[in-house]
């Protein structure tokens, strides 16, 4: 009989470690704001996006200008900008994000290297010229979200 009870017990215990776990997990999931024109370039990314088993929760805008107070507010883990979307306020709204969101790690979805060039000039963790493989974006994403943390730390010594 006590033998029984102490099973239970044990088995109990270990339901409530599983739990959380479970619940660190979901609390470390991270949050990734796309900025790009609607259409099917965008969708394509957030779905390969939300399939990352460390994203949490993806949000898309389609301007940085005009978003610039929400975009502080969800401090998001990763930016993935879509350089195709504005021309010629590219470098401007770059920078804008950059000032925005000092520890957020930003990806640029480029057109070429002149765009690479000029996205690193202006802050981003990271570049993809257009034409990439799916798992290159897929693993691009995961290392960024990871480095937030080490970006954290570095800001703040």
Same mark, same amino acid.
């Given at each position: 009989m006590f033998g029984r009870?102490?099973?239970? *017990?044990?088995q109990k215990e270990e339901r409530r470690s599983d739990y959380s776990e479970k619940e660190e997990m979901v609390m470390d999931k991270k949050v990734v704001l796309i900025?790009?024109?609607?259409?099917e370039v965008r969708d394509g990314i957030e779905a390969l996006v939300k399939?990352?088993?460390e994203v949490?929760?993806?949000? *898309?805008?389609?301007?940085?200008?005009?978003?610039?107070?929400q975009i502080t507010r969800l401090k998001p883990d990763l930016v993935i900008f879509d350089s195709s979307q504005m021309e010629e306020d590219y470098r401007r709204r770059l920078r804008l994000l950059r000032r925005l969101l000092?520890?957020?790690?930003?990806l640029a979805l480029v057109e070429g290297e002149v765009?690479?060039?000029?996205?690193?000039?202006?802050?981003?963790?990271s570049v993809l010229v257009k034409g990439f493989r799916s798992d290159l974006l897929i693993r691009t994403v995961r290392r960024l979200?990871?480095?937030r943390n080490d970006k954290e730390s570095r800001f703040s010594k």
């Amino acid at each position: 009989m006590f033998g029984r009870f102490e099973k239970e *017990c044990h088995q109990k215990e270990e339901r409530r470690s599983d739990y959380s776990e479970k619940e660190e997990m979901v609390m470390d999931k991270k949050v990734v704001l796309i900025i790009g024109r609607r259409g099917e370039v965008r969708d394509g990314i957030e779905a390969l996006v939300k399939a990352i088993t460390e994203v949490g929760e993806v949000i *898309c805008f389609e301007d940085v200008s005009l978003r610039s107070e929400q975009i502080t507010r969800l401090k998001p883990d990763l930016v993935i900008f879509d350089s195709s979307q504005m021309e010629e306020d590219y470098r401007r709204r770059l920078r804008l994000l950059r000032r925005l969101l000092p520890l957020t790690m930003i990806l640029a979805l480029v057109e070429g290297e002149v765009q690479k060039r000029v996205s690193r000039e202006c802050g981003a963790d990271s570049v993809l010229v257009k034409g990439f493989r799916s798992d290159l974006l897929i693993r691009t994403v995961r290392r960024l979200v990871k480095g937030r943390n080490d970006k954290e730390s570095r800001f703040s010594k």
